[in-house]
């Protein structure tokens, strides 16, 4: 099992010049407990981030390209990702992968969250940064 210092170089979360919330996953991780472990230190971050202005509605990219498409979520991630109400203050939400798996992991969570029809996959980050800044 990784560290926590260690799964937080697995994924950056910052906003950008646009006032587009960032999540990039740089390294999969494919170790349940090392899923769980990273989706419990990027809501945390999330939530840190959304504390700032908890009226704010914002914008959400989500790159899995580096990661080569972050196919795997432990059911325990899964679950917390699913279960967090930290997506509520997000009124647009761009996935990019080009991963089938991925793709489908995405599906599921947003029915979950009923965040569905928020949500648009896209196969390249320009188009999504496009479509999000609309």
Not at 18 to 25: A, D, E
Not at 26 to 35: K, V, Y
């Amino acid at each position: 099992m990784k560290s926590g210092q260690e799964l937080t170089k697995t994924f950056k979360l910052f906003i950008d010049e646009h006032k587009i919330v960032n999540l990039i996953f740089l390294e999969e991780q494919r170790d349940p407990e090392d899923s769980t472990r990273q989706a419990e230190l990027i809501l945390k971050s999330f939530a840190k981030i959304l504390k700032e202005s908890p009226e704010e509605k914002f914008k959400l990219l989500v790159d899995l390209s580096p990661s080569d498409g972050a196919s795997y979520l432990s059911d325990s991630a899964r679950k917390l990702y699913s279960e967090s109400r930290l997506y509520e203050q997000f009124i647009k939400v761009g996935v990019v992968t080009s991963s089938i798996l991925a793709k489908l992991l995405v599906y599921f969570i947003t029915k979950a969250t009923k965040r569905s029809e928020f949500v648009r996959l896209f196969e390249e980050k320009e188009e999504a940064l496009e479509w999000l800044q609309k």
